[in-house]
């Protein structure tokens, strides 16, 4: 099924502009976490719940932005969302203990789960399953280049300016989100939903999990973005237990995301040649080669940055071709109650995140050899849930021709 495109659609430029603001304060602070710590006199598992609880927040506040836009609209969903992330970076700036600080990354998540959300959301009402997965690359690639700049760009203000510096960079990035999505944003959702009472909802949800490959997809995409939280929730204290700091860890940070970006990209350009799930099995390989390769360097007991860094790289270049192709494959299973399936899917790889990120430091107590040895797993449960969803799908088909038969 392909959607109708709006007579003033937003452009996919705006859709990257707000899917970028919350990966953009989520890495910024990451570089700044030691120092933090240290500053605020509090220790590695306090502050890493500034992480976790921008994570679990994003997880819960996507469950609920779905259904919201899908009663309301996408407009008026995404505005008031960018306005408590704009909201949440200004307490942050200004928090003068562990506990502000927490609750203005709370704020900054629950405000940027919604653009997260409906910029996915939106290019679904737009092009469809089909048109949606090259200009999804674009968008994943912009987050790319987000995550790039954010922790090289926060770990030099932390260095020169402190960490509490870092939230003004979100502030601006929000405050410009919003603005232009104010005057450009048009509505997209031509299907709201009747109600918002809880069994309607719940039946909705339901009925998204229960579609033919949906959960194979949103697992296949959460898997190997937990490949990525389980090394950006422990590399800044392996970076510090190297004798580097927060700049040096933005530095060669920048190999993992622009890897990202050029996964991203070239997602876009393979959209004509290769099949949505030809591109998420090449994808998740290379994130399995690039896993082995770190495993190895550890094992060899040859962990420097070039070994922790490189290997991250390949990993991430592969999400980049498998993420966008997954996350369009998984929310065009539910076309009806696309902002629902979007929010279930950024539920699931959030919460995963989160949990994830507070559990990984206290593995750190062993090591770097467990965190690898987790890094590897993810791309396999990837390919194992990406497995599942085409046997699903070839499962429905063939019902489905089956009963067109008789």
């Known amino acids: 099924m392909t959607a109708q495109t709006p007579k003033r659609g937003p452009s996919v430029a705006l859709m990257a502009l707000i899917a970028m603001a919350s990966p953009l304060a989520l890495n910024l602070f990451v570089p700044a976490m030691p ?10 598992s306090v502050i890493q719940l500034s992480f976790t609880a921008y994570l679990f927040t994003l997880a819960f506040g996507q469950l609920l ?11 008026p969903i995404l505005l008031g969302g960018l306005a408590l992330h704009t909201c949440g970076s200004l307490l942050a700036a200004f928090a003068p203990d562990v506990s502000m600080l ?3 990354r709370v704020l900054q998540a629950l405000g940027g789960s ?11 009402d737009m092009y469809g399953r089909e048109g949606a ?27 020169w300016a402190g960490w509490n510096t870092i939230f003004y960079v979100s502030l601006a990035m929000g405050c410009i989100a919003w603005l232009v999505a104010f005057i450009q944003l048009p509505e997209t959702c031509r299907e709201k939903s009747d109600s918002l009472r809880l069994k309607p909802v719940i039946q909705r949800y339901a009925a998204v999990f229960n579609s033919a490959g949906y959960l194979g997809y949103a697992l296949s995409t959460t898997f190997i973005a937990a490949a990525f939280y389980m090394f950006v929730g422990t ?45 998420v099995i090449l994808g998740n390989s290379l994130s399995l080669i690039g896993a082995l390769c770190l495993l190895g360097f550890t094992l060899a007991g040859a962990l420097g940055f070039a070994s922790l860094f490189l290997p991250i ?57 467990p965190i690898a040895i987790c890094i590897v797993l993810a791309p396999v449960a990837a390919l194992c849930a990406h497995y599942y969803a085409i046997r699903k799908n070839r499962s429905e088909t063939l019902s489905s021709q089956s009963a067109s038969s008789f």
């Open 35 to 44: 120092d933090a710590a240290r500053a605020l006199q509090t220790d590695i």
């Open 102 to 104: 927490i609750a203005g």
């Open 114 to 124: 919604t653009a997260m959300v409906l910029a996915r959301t939106i290019i679904i």
């Open 235 to 279: 590399a800044p204290y392996v970076v510090d237990s190297l004798g580097g700091n927060s700049a040096q860890f933005g530095t060669w940070f920048l190999a993992v995301s622009l890897s990202f970006m050029a996964g991203s990209f070239l997602s876009t350009r393979l959209a004509k040649r290769l099949s949505v799930d030809q591109a």
């Open 313 to 369: 790289a390949v990993v991430t270049f592969g999400r980049g071709l498998s993420q966008p192709n997954a996350q369009s494959a998984a929310i065009s299973c539910s076309p009806a109650s696309a902002a629902t399936a979007s929010g279930l899917m950024g539920f699931i790889q959030l919460l995963t995140g989160a949990l994830i990120a507070q559990i990984m430091p206290f593995l750190l107590d062993d090591g770097p050899l």
């Open 133 to 159: 997965a090259a200009r999804m690359g674009y968008i994943v690639m912009c987050i790319a280049i987000a995550q790039s700049i954010a922790p090289t760009l926060g770990g030099y203000i932390n260095l």
């Open 65 to 75: 932005s779905g259904p919201l836009a899908d009663h309301l609209g996408r407009r």
